[in-house]
């Protein structure tokens, strides 16, 4: 027998996400923290709204505009979007990507966090207008010019999520992002519980920036010297100490050599030695190789991130910026989600229910919102009659 509350039958409430909650996060931040002054008969819920479409497709706005009803014409997109300035942008970002997680974090413990790099291929020519900031490197994705991008990621048992983006610049060293990253933490009122960095960053100057400010952090060793590949000889878990820039600049570090088996790990068999730079912290080789493996989840995060990753030809790095932006808020809005909705239900540590809701879940849910709000064309008229 159905209730009834006053004479009416009550309304059974449905424990569901549906998809105007998924689309509607990630638009609410964006306007709340990216405002674009516009006049006329465009908002900036016009631009942002087709932004979250083309990334929720992978699709560029030439593709994706010809689809949509009432979404605004790709001259005006990008008229609208060349107002946007990368410093602002920079200024930005971190209030941007942590809006959807903050209230979940608790500032009376200590987190791991890691600093890494990913870059977006680039086929275009340099110019003026984005020389600073396209980067070389080893071809990949059949080119050498990228635009590169340096994040911060605090790294939880079942959700990792970015907190901040930058652009990299040519000529800006990076113990200077290093820098920046560490005061994102610090205005967050966040505290380090180790601070992973990948060997990108192996440099005297990061090693006396970590070590100055008393920030514990883990970088595995650069095989670059004959000394050192000497140090990482033997058969047992072990600490040493290792002379950087021994004849220039002598900097004392502390190696943590971790020896394993491989076990046909990449067709490989017999002992190895992996050797990482430490600094505050009384962890084990083992501990300290441990929690640094974890880390790898990060370039799970970059496949995430690239599923929503619109397509553009342009050469602006502040728009450029901004889609990619988008996409690591996307990321973000979806582990936030993921772990509001799909804890389970049990004593312990908290688990989320990974299967209920993976991200193709949430970007399709995305896209079926953004098809009703502007409005997918279903038919297409043709040439000629059938």
């Not at 000529?171 to 290093?178: M, T």
Request: hydrophobic share 35%.
């Amino acid at each position: 027998m159905t209730p009834t509350v006053h004479g009416r039958r009550a309304r059974k409430e449905k424990n569901v996400l549906g998809p105007k909650e998924c689309f509607s996060i990630v638009l609410q931040t964006l306007l709340r923290i990216l405002p674009i002054p516009m006049q006329g008969r465009y908002k900036a819920k016009d631009i942002h709204s087709l932004a979250i479409t083309m990334a929720s497709q992978r699709q560029s706005v030439h593709s994706i505009e010809p689809l949509l009803s009432k979404g605004m014409s790709e001259t005006n997109f990008w008229y609208h979007l060349s107002k946007m300035d990368i410093f602002d942008l920079e200024i930005m970002n971190r209030q941007l990507l942590t809006n959807p997680i903050l209230k979940l974090l608790d500032r009376n413990k200590p987190y791991r966090f890691a600093i890494d790099e990913t870059d977006d291929p680039y086929y275009g020519q340099e110019c003026s207008e984005n020389e600073e900031f396209v980067n070389g490197g080893p071809c990949k994705k059949s080119t050498t010019k990228f635009y590169r991008y340096i994040t911060l990621e605090l790294l939880l048992p079942q959700m990792k999520v970015t907190l901040s983006a930058l652009p990299v610049r040519k000529g800006v060293k990076k113990e200077e992002y290093i820098r920046q990253m560490v005061e994102v933490i610090d205005g967050l009122g966040l505290s380090i519980e180790v601070l992973m960095l990948d060997r990108g960053f192996y440099s005297g100057e990061v090693f006396k920036l970590l070590m100055g400010r008393d920030i514990p952090f883990i970088m595995p060793v650069k095989r670059n010297s004959k000394k050192l590949k000497a140090l990482l000889q033997g058969r047992r878990s072990r600490f040493r100490k290792y002379i950087l820039n021994e004849h220039t600049d002598p900097l004392e570090l502390d190696i943590a050599i971790r020896t394993c088996y491989q076990n046909g790990r990449y067709g490989k068999h017999g002992l190895i030695n992996y050797g990482y730079v430490f600094s505050g912290m009384d962890w084990t080789p083992y501990k300290i190789s441990t929690v640094y493996e974890r880390r790898f989840g990060i370039e799970s995060s970059y496949v995430i991130r690239n599923k929503v990753r619109a397509k553009t030809t342009t050469r602006s790095p502040a728009v450029r910026y901004y889609l990619f932006l988008v996409s690591m808020l996307m990321r973000n809005v979806w582990m936030m989600l993921r772990w509001k909705y799909f804890r389970k239900r049990q004593r312990g540590p908290p688990v989320v229910d990974e299967d209920r809701f993976r991200f193709d879940n949430f970007r399709l849910k995305v896209w079926e919102h953004a098809k009703k709000v502007l409005k997918l064309v279903f038919e297409t008229p043709v040439i000629r009659p059938g």
